[in-house]
């Protein structure tokens, strides 16, 4: 059955739409992250044009980000204040984001930037949760433990100075590196269509050293509240989110999320790094060799001042 | 519709030096798509007769047609990739101010054998004439690298179509065209032209316009999305919490 999408100006098949949401959206609810990078290159793919794909996968993450930060409160393992901090900083970083990718539209390079960007921090988080991985699989089978954190041991970044407590996350460190990280992820969301979740859980994990309990709840506040954003800006200025491409990706997204979280919570923490380490190196690894491989066709058409 | 192309064709026909040339009359079987939510292509035949009366002459070569349905017209920019770094990345563009988002030609004979170039030109049919900078020439336009890259996707998006053939005479006099429109058919306005040839010489043309737009539902949300962005996007949003919401409500389990 096909849907005529009233933005894209295309028709897609539903069950396709809903089926993508729902395999996606089962990796997310398993891993923990929101699915934007493999959700967005999945739907340009299908032939939506980058633009409204981009536009669009934000409200997908609104969506799903939601119905996660919803669980994670009932649990109590939300971080506010850091997530708020991570919100407010993605925020500004998002306008930067938007705006940058209307200008990057407008010269023809926006395809190998976001190329560029999906290898370089796909390709690098992928291979250090993969290594990662491996070493605490290996470290457990010799039956060496792993050294564990121990209370007031902190990277040389937590010492910056403009200290503020973080009581839920019991932590006491500078809130430059958490604007800069909130900023960061913010910007990249809304250039790549991305929630970010897959970056900012490790930078939570190994350079804040926020507890791995607290992490995934707060990445989702500050994902929600980032992409909400990135979802009214991409509508506001660029008028690229079609509401019944998003909402029919959202429908299969929460629902395949559901079940991806039962199985995520039957697997092992490392295993589950070591398989979702390896997921995002190979969507990096697969950008980097259409980069670099010689295109079939070397030409493109676009419509003048983009779209 | 009828009238003016009538009045169009007769005009056509005394401003020619044959005086008592032939005239064309048209007609499209429809003047409005509608795409609505389960569209997926749809179609236009276009209609017409030749009209002779006592004095026309009698042509030693047969009646040939042409039909091109033309979508409306947009500045575009091919762009060639190029080897820098050991990435390939655009470099080296082209503009093609105002051609169209959607040509499709349909003919009663390969289109070699209609006209000749010079004649073509002069009118801008077929792709190879077709004007990338302005108004039809009495030559056959120039043709850069990135003019050809355009004509040679928009063939393969399925937007440029040539279906040489396609035009069938049910009798001597009337002729049928029909046209299919592809599920990616641009929206906006539309002009078919129908042109008669006979022996390589142009006898008579009609142009008529007609529209593809969104239907009733998907015209709403598009005017939406583009006089209340803000609206919009805020509406979004709140869908999007909404059915967040509801997923973590249905499939609560404690």
Same mark, same amino acid.
């Given at each position: 059955?096909?849907?005529?999408?009233?933005?894209?100006?295309?028709?897609?098949?539903?069950?396709?739409?809903?089926?993508?949401?729902?395999?996606?959206?089962?990796?997310?609810?398993?891993?923990?992250?929101?699915?934007?990078?493999?959700?967005?290159?999945?739907?340009?793919?299908?032939?939506?044009?980058?633009?409204?794909?981009?536009?669009?996968?934000?409200?997908?993450?609104?969506?799903?980000?939601?119905?996660?930060?919803?669980?994670?409160?009932?649990?109590?393992?939300?971080?506010?204040?850091?997530?708020?901090?991570?919100?407010?900083?993605?925020?500004?970083?998002?306008?930067?984001?938007?705006?940058?990718?209307?200008?990057?539209?407008?010269?023809?390079?926006?395809?190998?930037?976001?190329?560029?960007?999906?290898?370089?921090?796909?390709?690098?988080?992928?291979?250090?949760?993969?290594?990662?991985?491996?070493?605490?699989?290996?470290?457990?089978?010799?039956?060496?433990?792993?050294?564990?954190?121990?209370?007031?041991?902190?990277?040389?970044?937590?010492?910056?100075?403009?200290?503020?407590?973080?009581?839920?996350?019991?932590?006491?460190?500078?809130?430059?590196?958490?604007?800069?990280?909130?900023?960061?992820?913010?910007?990249?969301?809304?250039?790549?269509?991305?929630?970010?979740?897959?970056?900012?859980?490790?930078?939570?994990?190994?350079?804040?050293?926020?507890?791995?309990?607290?992490?995934?709840?707060?990445?989702?506040?500050?994902?929600?509240?980032?992409?909400?954003?990135?979802?009214?800006?991409?509508?506001?200025?660029?008028?690229?989110?079609?509401?019944?491409?998003?909402?029919?990706?959202?429908?299969?997204?929460?629902?395949?999320?559901?079940?991806?979280?039962?199985?995520?919570?039957?697997?092992?923490?490392?295993?589950?790094?070591?398989?979702?380490?390896?997921?995002?190196?190979?969507?990096?690894?697969?950008?980097?060799?259409?980069?670099?491989?010689?295109?079939?066709?070397?030409?493109?058409?676009?419509?003048?001042?983009?779209? | 519709?009828?009238?003016?192309?009538?009045?169009?064709?007769?005009?056509?026909?005394?401003?020619?030096?044959?005086?008592?040339?032939?005239?064309?009359?048209?007609?499209?079987?429809?003047?409005?798509?509608?795409?609505?939510?389960?569209?997926?292509?749809?179609?236009?035949?276009?209609?017409?007769?030749?009209?002779?009366?006592?004095?026309?002459?009698?042509?030693?070569?047969?009646?040939?047609?042409?039909?091109?349905?033309?979508?409306?017209?947009?500045?575009?920019?091919?762009?060639?990739?190029?080897?820098?770094?050991?990435?390939?990345?655009?470099?080296?563009?082209?503009?093609?101010?105002?051609?169209?988002?959607?040509?499709?030609?349909?003919?009663?004979?390969?289109?070699?054998?209609?006209?000749?170039?010079?004649?073509?030109?002069?009118?801008?049919?077929?792709?190879?004439?077709?004007?990338?900078?302005?108004?039809?020439?009495?030559?056959?336009?120039?043709?850069?690298?990135?003019?050809?890259?355009?004509?040679?996707?928009?063939?393969?998006?399925?937007?440029?179509?040539?279906?040489?053939?396609?035009?069938?005479?049910?009798?001597?006099?009337?002729?049928?065209?029909?046209? @299919? %429109?592809?599920?990616?058919? !641009?929206?906006?306005?539309?002009? #078919? =032209? $129908?042109?008669?040839?006979?022996?390589?010489?142009? +006898?008579?043309?009609?142009?008529?316009?007609?529209?593809?737009?969104?239907?009733?539902?998907?015209?709403?949300?598009? @005017? %939406?999305?583009?006089?209340? !962005?803000?609206?919009?996007?805020? #509406? =979004? $949003?709140?869908?999007?919490?909404?059915?967040?919401? +509801?997923?973590?409500?249905?499939?609560?389990?404690?």
């Amino acid at each position: 059955m096909d849907l005529y999408l009233p933005i894209a100006e295309m028709p897609m098949n539903l069950f396709l739409l809903l089926g993508m949401g729902a395999a996606v959206g089962f990796l997310s609810g398993m891993f923990g992250v929101g699915g934007g990078f493999l959700l967005t290159p999945l739907l340009i793919f299908s032939g939506i044009s980058p633009a409204v794909a981009v536009a669009s996968v934000s409200s997908q993450i609104v969506a799903n980000s939601a119905s996660g930060v919803l669980a994670y409160l009932r649990k109590k393992t939300v971080d506010l204040k850091l997530g708020l901090y991570l919100t407010l900083s993605g925020i500004i970083g998002s306008a930067i984001g938007v705006w940058v990718y209307g200008a990057l539209r407008g010269i023809g390079q926006l395809d190998v930037v976001i190329a560029l960007c999906y290898v370089a921090f796909l390709g690098t988080i992928g291979m250090l949760m993969a290594v990662e991985a491996i070493r605490a699989i290996l470290a457990k089978r010799r039956g060496t433990p792993l050294p564990v954190r121990r209370p007031g041991q902190h990277s040389w970044i937590a010492g910056l100075p403009l200290r503020v407590r973080f009581h839920r996350s019991r932590l006491y460190i500078s809130a430059l590196p958490v604007i800069a990280l909130g900023a960061s992820i913010g910007f990249l969301g809304a250039l790549l269509g991305i929630g970010g979740g897959f970056i900012m859980v490790p930078a939570l994990i190994y350079l804040l050293r926020v507890p791995t309990t607290i992490v995934i709840g707060t990445t989702l506040l500050q994902t929600l509240g980032t992409m909400a954003f990135t979802t009214f800006m991409q509508s506001a200025t660029n008028q690229t989110v079609d509401v019944i491409l998003g909402l029919a990706l959202m429908v299969g997204g929460v629902v395949g999320a559901q079940f991806g979280a039962r199985v995520g919570q039957s697997l092992r923490g490392e295993t589950l790094r070591l398989l979702l380490g390896l997921l995002v190196l190979s969507v990096g690894l697969r950008f980097a060799v259409d980069l670099v491989a010689r295109p079939a066709e070397l030409y493109s058409i676009s419509r003048m001042g983009g779209g | 519709m009828i009238v003016r192309a009538l009045l169009a064709a007769a005009t056509l026909a005394f401003a020619s030096p044959h005086l008592h040339a032939e005239t064309l009359v048209t007609a499209l079987s429809t003047e409005r798509v509608s795409i609505e939510s389960n569209f997926t292509g749809s179609g236009v035949v276009i209609f017409g007769t030749v009209e002779r009366d006592r004095q026309t002459v009698a042509r030693a070569d047969p009646y040939e047609i042409v039909v091109t349905l033309t979508g409306p017209l947009r500045s575009m920019v091919a762009r060639r990739k190029e080897r820098v770094a050991g990435i390939w990345i655009n470099r080296a563009s082209g503009e093609l101010p105002r051609v169209p988002s959607f040509l499709a030609i349909a003919t009663t004979a390969p289109m070699a054998d209609v006209a000749g170039n010079r004649v073509r030109a002069g009118q801008g049919l077929g792709f190879d004439m077709l004007p990338t900078r302005g108004l039809p020439d009495a030559l056959p336009p120039v043709r850069t690298e990135f003019d050809a890259a355009f004509l040679r996707l928009m063939q393969k998006e399925g937007l440029f179509t040539l279906n040489e053939g396609r035009v069938e005479f049910l009798s001597p006099q009337l002729f049928r065209a029909p046209i @299919d %429109l592809p599920a990616n058919v !641009p929206i906006g306005w539309y002009t #078919a =032209t $129908v042109y008669l040839f006979s022996g390589g010489v142009l +006898l008579a043309k009609t142009t008529q316009d007609f529209s593809i737009l969104k239907g009733g539902f998907e015209q709403t949300i598009t @005017d %939406l999305a583009h006089r209340r !962005p803000a609206v919009y996007g805020l #509406a =979004t $949003v709140i869908v999007a919490c909404f059915t967040g919401w +509801l997923a973590g409500v249905a499939f609560r389990r404690d």
